[in-house]
């Protein structure tokens, strides 16, 4: 399958934003991908760096606008496509949501972020609620998308649990970057600590995995913070964690990655860890501490 990834700066302009997006997802569709990924909260500007009552304003419903709007795109193009939203759910609660469009405009499903982070510059608990969904693949087209919401992307537990529901690859819409005052080696090892664990998740549920985050820099509302540079690296590993493609830590780019979704019932064969778990031993998994 032909899949396609958009790696963008955000600005201000939400209108510019997803004018940039519908741009590039009419131009990959003509260039023959039949699944394009699109980064997490895509429409504005990463607003979780404060916290602000007023930001809430940006949420909106599922179905609501944006559906409408990339769904028409997708319908237009016939691709399937998976968005990132800041769903509003009803007053007072909110959620970071993954809705994937299928290729005749409808919304073939949502999953809301279950893992939300809360740390300077990523004030994700302020604004969203858990997720209440479950870890439960979307039916398209094009396979069984097991997608996922940045944070996700550091916990196994997540990345299994899809696999385990039969997902054909695991999809990671996220928004991750650079805090200015760590060295360039602590940046670094950051940075390829988060593109290891995944390609870790690829290996131990032989599956491709697809990450796209956002590039570029901006800054804090707040003053708090030096702001983030996000550091793009939008990466394709297919089932053995082999790297298919891998973006530029700094420029925007799109790109049509090829996968071969029939390869990993070859590698689950030649390293079966489904046959081999021991799930009368995992009890312990469901505590918060082993002690």
């Not at 939300?116 to 396979?143: C, H, N, W």
């Not at 916990?155 to 039969?166: F, I, K, S």
């Not at 990671?172 to 060295?183: C, F, L, R, V, W």
């Amino acid at each position: 399958m032909k899949i396609g990834i958009i790696q963008q700066h955000n600005t201000a302009d939400k209108s510019d934003n997803m004018k940039r997006l519908a741009e590039k997802v009419s131009d990959l569709a003509q260039k023959g991908a039949k699944l394009i990924v699109l980064q997490e909260l895509h429409n504005t500007l990463y607003f979780c760096q404060e916290e602000k009552v007023d930001n809430f304003d940006l949420a909106e419903p599922i179905p609501g606008p944006s559906t409408a709007f990339f769904g028409q795109l997708a319908k237009d193009n016939g691709v399937v496509i998976v968005i990132s939203l800041f769903e509003r759910r009803a007053p007072g609660l909110y959620h970071n949501t993954a809705v994937v469009m299928e290729a005749d405009g409808t919304i073939a499903g949502t999953y809301r972020k279950m893992h939300i982070p809360d740390d300077p510059a990523y004030y994700e608990k302020f604004y969203f609620t858990p997720g209440d969904l479950g870890f439960r693949p979307i039916q398209t087209s094009v396979g069984l998308l097991g997608v996922l919401v940045c944070w996700d992307q550091w916990y196994p537990e997540a990345a299994r649990l899809m696999a385990m529901q039969g997902a054909d690859l695991l999809i990671y819409p996220t928004a991750i970057g650079y805090e200015s005052s760590d060295s360039k080696e602590e940046q670094e090892r950051q940075r390829e600590a988060w593109t290891i664990v995944q390609r870790g998740h690829a290996v131990a549920n032989g599956l491709p995995v697809v990450a796209v985050n956002r590039v570029g820099y901006e800054p804090d509302p707040s003053g708090l913070t030096h702001g983030i540079q996000f550091w793009g690296s939008s990466f394709v590993a297919g089932p053995q964690g082999e790297l298919l493609y891998r973006a530029s830590n700094q420029e925007e780019e799109t790109q049509i990655v090829d996968v071969d979704l029939h390869h990993s019932e070859q590698v689950r064969r030649w390293w079966p860890f489904f046959r081999d778990r021991r799930i009368d031993a995992y009890g312990d998994i469901t505590k918060r501490f082993g002690i």
